[in-house]
């Protein structure tokens, strides 16, 4: 088994319906739904709300051990070296081996060939680049890359886990491709 693991656990915002912003419209064929007071009167408003009540899921054993083992310095530590690049912008250079986009994807590959080195042959590693042309927020050919690290399961092989996030970072100036965006607090 691999004797490092790095999880990166992502909470997204909650679609729990809310009547945050609306009032209740005393019409009878409009009372079961909540009206927004932001919109145009609506006069064929759905008498009863789509879905069903969200109900918050625990999260199982399996899952409360791994969080279990998740070191929160070291999620302090990988957020201070990814500053330490200064910028991860896009189009920041990508051959200073101590600032810049290239220094952050090179040091990244580097995390998680380790990992892999440490799987027993359960995890790969590769860089996945392209050169994207002009377009909007891109003034010139850019090289483009993912990290992108596969641990294969051993008890259910066919199952697929996505774990995904970026290293990028920008300042106030998207175009800014120069001066510091240390992107720690972008999320």
């Given at each position: 088994?691999?004797?490092?693991?790095?999880v990166?656990?992502?909470?997204?915002?909650?679609?729990?319906?809310?009547?945050?912003?609306?009032?209740?419209?005393?019409?009878?064929?409009?009372?079961?739904?909540?009206?927004?007071?932001?919109?145009?009167?609506?006069?064929?408003?759905?008498?009863?709300?789509?879905?069903?009540?969200?109900?918050?899921?625990?999260?199982?054993?399996?899952?409360?051990?791994?969080?279990?083992?998740?070191?929160?310095?070291?999620?302090?530590?990988?957020?201070?070296?990814?500053?330490?690049?200064?910028?991860?912008?896009?189009?920041?250079?990508?051959?200073?081996?101590?600032?810049?986009i290239?220094?952050?994807?090179?040091?990244?590959l580097?995390?998680?060939?380790?990992?892999?080195?440490?799987?027993?042959?359960?995890?790969?590693v590769?860089?996945?680049s392209?050169?994207?042309?002009?377009?909007?927020?891109?003034?010139?050919?850019?090289?483009?890359?993912?990290?992108?690290?596969?641990?294969r399961?051993?008890?259910?092989?066919?199952?697929?886990?996505v774990?995904?996030?970026?290293y990028?970072?920008?300042?106030?100036?998207?175009?800014?491709?120069?001066d510091?965006?240390p992107?720690?607090?972008?999320?």
């Amino acid at each position: 088994m691999v004797s490092s693991v790095f999880v990166a656990v992502s909470l997204l915002a909650s679609f729990i319906p809310s009547n945050h912003g609306y009032k209740e419209d005393s019409n009878a064929t409009t009372a079961a739904m909540p009206f927004p007071t932001d919109l145009c009167a609506i006069n064929a408003w759905p008498t009863e709300q789509p879905g069903v009540a969200y109900t918050a899921q625990l999260p199982d054993a399996e899952l409360t051990a791994i969080l279990q083992d998740i070191d929160p310095l070291r999620i302090q530590a990988i957020i201070e070296k990814l500053v330490s690049f200064g910028t991860r912008h896009t189009q920041s250079t990508q051959t200073d081996p101590e600032r810049g986009i290239g220094a952050a994807r090179d040091w990244l590959l580097e995390q998680y060939r380790e990992f892999a080195a440490e799987s027993e042959g359960w995890m790969t590693v590769e860089l996945q680049s392209y050169i994207q042309h002009p377009a909007n927020r891109i003034t010139a050919p850019t090289n483009v890359s993912s990290v992108v690290a596969t641990l294969r399961g051993s008890s259910d092989p066919d199952r697929i886990v996505v774990v995904s996030g970026h290293y990028d970072s920008r300042n106030t100036d998207v175009m800014n491709y120069v001066d510091d965006a240390p992107g720690a607090d972008d999320e």
